[in-house]
C-alpha cells in the first residue's frame, strides 16, 4: 500500500482559506472557536488506517487515538469508542465494562445518519451533529490521561491536535454527551 502524501506543515487553527472544504469540517472549526480551543492541525490524504496515521502522529507530536463505531446486536445501542491506537480492541473486556453484550461493528450508513461522518473520519468531533444523542460515549482511561489529543474534524484529510484538558473541560461539557471511562487491556 502506498504512503498517505503529507504536508509537514502544522498549522495553527482553522484553515485561512476553507474553498473545497466541507460544510461539516468547517462547522469543527466553528464550534472549537466559539469555545476558545487551541488547536495544531495538520492537513493530508485520506488516512484510512491507524498505521497511516502514524506519520501525522509524528509531525504533531502526539499519538491520534483509535475511533470506533460500534453497535448491540438490536442495532438499537451505539456507542462511540475512543481508545489508544496500539491497544488491540477485544469485544469481551468493553462488554463487560459497558454492561452491554454482543458488541459488533455498526455500519457505515448509521455512522452517517448518527454523526454526519464516513468510514475513516470517526471522530469525537462527530458528536456534534448528534442533536438527539443517539451514541454513547466510552472513553478508554488511558486516552484521558495523555497530554494531547488528536483527531479528525469529521474528515480524514486533516488532523487536529489539542490539549486533553480542553476535551475534559469544554468539548465534552458542550457536547453533552454523558461519557463512560473504561480499562481496556493492552494484551
Given amino acids: 500500500m502506498e504512503e498517505p502524501r503529507i504536508d509537514k506543515t502544522v498549522y495553527t487553527g482553522r484553515p485561512e482559506n476553507t474553498e473545497g472544504r466541507l460544510e461539516k469540517e468547517i462547522a469543527v472549526y466553528d464550534f472549537l472557536d466559539s469555545f476558545g480551543i487551541e488547536y495544531k492541525r495538520a492537513d493530508h490524504e485520506a488516512l484510512m488506517t491507524m498505521e497511516a496515521c502514524e506519520a501525522v502522529d509524528q509531525i504533531l507530536g502526539a499519538q491520534i487515538c483509535k475511533n470506533l463505531f460500534l453497535c448491540n446486536r438490536q442495532k438499537t445501542d ?110
Fill in 78 to 187: 451505539f456507542y462511540l469508542l475512543l481508545m489508544p491506537g496500539e491497544k488491540p480492541f477485544k469485544t469481551k473486556f468493553l462488554s463487560k465494562q459497558i454492561g452491554t453484550a454482543r458488541l459488533s461493528f455498526a455500519d457505515g450508513e448509521q455512522m452517517e445518519e448518527y454523526l454526519n461522518i464516513t468510514p475513516g473520519s470517526l471522530s469525537l468531533m462527530g458528536l456534534i451533529f448528534d442533536k438527539e444523542k443517539k451514541v454513547h460515549l466510552v472513553i478508554d482511561k488511558e486516552v484521558l490521561d495523555e497530554e494531547y489529543f488528536g483527531c479528525h474534524p469529521c474528515i480524514n484529510t486533516s488532523t487536529l491536535l489539542m490539549k486533553i484538558s480542553d476535551v475534559k473541560e469544554k468539548i465534552l461539557p458542550a457536547l453533552g454527551h454523558e461519557y463512560q471511562v473504561v480499562e481496556l487491556p493492552t494484551e
